[in-house]
């Protein structure tokens, strides 16, 4: 085994709003095998980190960058990603990786020919309930599967006027969490069958949408993310099998199983945080394998849930 320590990447963060404040610019500020080189982004910056307001001037100022993570809104992602794999740079999209599935399908062949790696991260995986609640199931046959994503818009998307325009998604944003899960989870492909998406009648994205999935095993799965609890916030996967039900809960970082052969309520995993340490740890691993990871899965069912949705109009939102 080799001694060697390894270089550190130098990286750009794009897009300083919310998750690169909350999440990205303190993982990597405690991951040595990354180094903050700089940040791109219109107004936002990060205190002593140099700062440029566009992708293009910080790679001209910072030749030596090995990687950008993209944490804009997702309907300018593709043209970031682009520009800088055309300029040699390794590429961490946030979720969802783009706005539609052709464009995230050009970006990965666009990395392979120019030999960079791109990750299409989706930070739920990295729940720390995710892979124990996978390895209880993979045991177990599966009956039925129930997704609740329940949660107040105005408390998690203040001002985001971003994510009720086209490409936006609406609910799906948060929704869409939970179908990364369920598809790391489910040992078997899925598909839509039934949809109902609610927009408010002043925008162009749902606030609600129930979905209704069947499989090759033709288990049913249902879904439900609405954007209008004011109550108790809910983000649980209810999965029921052949010998007991498991229950994911607090958006993965809870799992508890119940019934028949395990003990009743019985907690498997209760854990905190650490997603973006997960993400960050797996983005140094592709990149000193040469590959990329690009798994469109949960974005294909969010854009057949627009395909094959019924469309519902509902009160207007009106923020303040
Ligand atoms: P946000 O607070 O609105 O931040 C996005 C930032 O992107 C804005 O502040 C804006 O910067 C910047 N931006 C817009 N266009 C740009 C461009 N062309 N070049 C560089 N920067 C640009 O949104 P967010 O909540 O951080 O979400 C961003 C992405 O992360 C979304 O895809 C979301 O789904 C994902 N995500 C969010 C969360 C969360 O908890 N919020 C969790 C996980 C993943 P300026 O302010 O400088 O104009």
Same mark, same amino acid.
């Given at each position: 085994? =080799?001694?060697?320590?390894?270089?550190? !990447?130098? !990286?750009?963060?794009?897009?300083?709003?919310? /998750?690169?404040?909350?999440?990205?610019?303190p993982t990597l500020a405690a991951d =040595?095998?990354?180094?903050?080189?700089?940040?791109?982004?219109?107004?936002?910056?990060?205190?002593d980190i140099p700062a440029y307001p566009t992708l293009e001037a910080m790679l001209d100022a910072h030749p030596e960058m090995d990687a950008v993570a993209l944490c804009t809104p997702p309907?300018?992602?593709?043209?970031?990603?682009?520009?800088?794999?055309?300029?040699?740079?390794?590429?961490?999209?946030?979720?969802?990786?783009?706005?539609?599935?052709?464009?995230?399908?050009?970006?990965?062949?666009?990395?392979?020919?120019?030999?960079?790696?791109?990750f299409?991260?989706?930070? =739920?995986?990295?729940?720390?309930?995710? %892979?124990?609640?996978r390895a209880w199931l993979s045991e177990r046959r599966i009956v039925r599967a129930r997704i609740v994503w329940r949660e107040n818009v105005r408390v998690w998307h203040p001002g985001q006027d971003w994510i009720w325009r086209p490409g936006g998604l609406g609910v799906f944003d948060p929704g869409i969490n939970a179908l990364s899960i369920a598809t790391a989870l489910l040992p078997k492909p899925f598909f839509l069958t039934e949809a109902t998406l609610d927009f408010p009648e002043n925008r162009q994205a749902p606030i609600a949408a129930t979905l209704l999935f069947s499989g090759s095993d033709l288990i049913p799965i249902t879904a439900e993310f609405d954007w209008r609890e004011t109550g108790p916030q /809910?983000?649980? *996967?209810? !999965? %029921?099998?052949?010998?007991?039900?498991?229950?994911? =809960?607090?958006?993965?970082?809870?799992?508890t199983v119940h019934g028949e052969g395990g003990a009743k309520g019985q907690v498997l995993v209760a854990g905190v945080g650490q997603e973006y340490a997960g993400l960050y740890r797996r983005f140094a691993g592709? *990149?000193?394998l040469g590959t990329s990871e690009v798994d469109l899965s949960p974005l294909r069912h969010v854009a057949d849930a627009f395909l094959l949705g019924a469309r519902r109009l509902t009160d207007a939102f009106i923020e303040a």
């Open positions: 085994m =080799s001694t060697e320590t390894q270089t550190p !990447i130098r !990286i750009g963060l794009v897009g300083i709003g919310k /998750i690169a404040r909350d999440q990205h610019a =040595s095998g990354f180094v903050l080189t700089a940040t791109a982004s219109p107004h936002g910056r990060l205190l309907q300018v992602r593709h043209g970031l990603a682009h520009s800088a794999l055309l300029r040699g740079k390794h590429v961490f999209l946030e979720k969802p990786p783009g706005a539609t599935l052709s464009e995230v399908e050009d970006l990965a062949a666009t990395a392979a020919r120019v030999n960079k790696t791109l299409a991260s989706w930070h =739920s995986r990295f729940a720390p309930a995710v %892979e124990p609640a /809910i983000w649980d *996967i209810e !999965i %029921e099998t052949d010998d007991g039900r498991l229950r994911l =809960s607090d958006g993965g970082a809870v799992a592709l *990149i000193a």
